[in-house]
């Protein structure tokens, strides 16, 4: 678990940042064999520009299961952008890219 | 510090689960979602009500034939001082799917996959320069492919 794909790209001033993050995403609603399956989900994601914080997330258990993002931020190319996320359960992760 | 916060989130779990053993809480409050994020999305539920028609565009499929991945995207690039966009769903059991505080470099803009478990509207909520306006759009979650 924890398998980030991070894809900073730059086009006229702003970089297009796309993530994808592998995660189960489990609201602990949903029933398998009449076990309720433990709540797991990311709660908090991160995205920083050159250090900057750019975007601070609050996420709910009703985004996908392997969720995907696209945020925009003003930049140029070669621009390091990390992303970082935790999940209720208190996992980590964190990726870093270098804008295209 | 890392172990004392784990005891500490264990203890926490634990009185919550006693609560709900107590049958005090139902079973949604208590594992959809932290008591913190539960808070925010009533917020946001009670400020959506009172939001105007925003001018900023929001995607959403009129149809999504799979629930569990409902794509919508808000653009709000032409808007200054965009601070915060939210994705609200007013039929899931934890209406609020996601809330992006954007501060420096960031352009009003998110794109996102979300679940939907019936037919519901779905609101985009965008405050900008401390003033939150929504476009809400339904859409309609047809599993089995009939529309209906």
């Known amino acids: 678990m924890g398998k980030i794909k991070l894809k900073p790209k730059a086009r006229k001033g702003v970089i297009g940042i796309k993530a994808l993050i592998k995660h189960p995403m489990e609201t ?17 994601i991160l995205v920083s520009h050159n250090g900057n914080m750019v975007v601070d997330a609050d996420i709910g258990s009703s985004v996908s299961k392997d969720p995907y993002f696209k945020f925009n931020v003003a930049g140029a190319k070669g621009d390091t952008i990390e992303l970082k996320y935790k999940d209720n359960k208190g996992k980590t992760g964190s990726a870093t890219a270098k804008s295209k | 510090m890392k172990r004392r916060l784990f005891l500490k989130s264990a203890m926490a779990s634990s009185a919550v689960a006693t609560v709900a053993a107590a049958g005090l809480l139902t079973p ?47 653009d709000a690039s032409k808007m200054n001082d965009v601070t915060n966009i939210s994705f609200y769903v007013v039929n899931n059991s934890t209406p609020l799917a996601a809330s992006f505080n954007l501060s420096g470099a960031a352009v009003g803009y998110v794109s996102t996959r979300i679940k939907m478990g019936k037919t519901s509207p779905v609101e985009a909520l965008v405050t900008a320069g401390g003033v939150m306006t929504k476009v809400s759009q339904e859409v309609k979650v047809t599993i089995g492919g009939c529309g209906g």
Do not use: C, H, Q, W
């Open chain 2, 28 to 74: 949604s409050m208590v594992f959809a979602n932290s008591a913190g994020f539960k808070a925010k999305s009533d917020a946001a539920g009670a400020s959506s009500a009172s939001a105007g028609k925003g001018s900023f565009k929001f995607k959403a499929p009129k149809i999504a034939e799979n629930g569990a991945v409902v794509p919508m995207t808000v």
């Open chain 1, 28 to 44: 602990g609603l949903r029933k398998k064999k009449g076990k309720i399956v433990p709540a797991n989900y990311i709660v908090n």
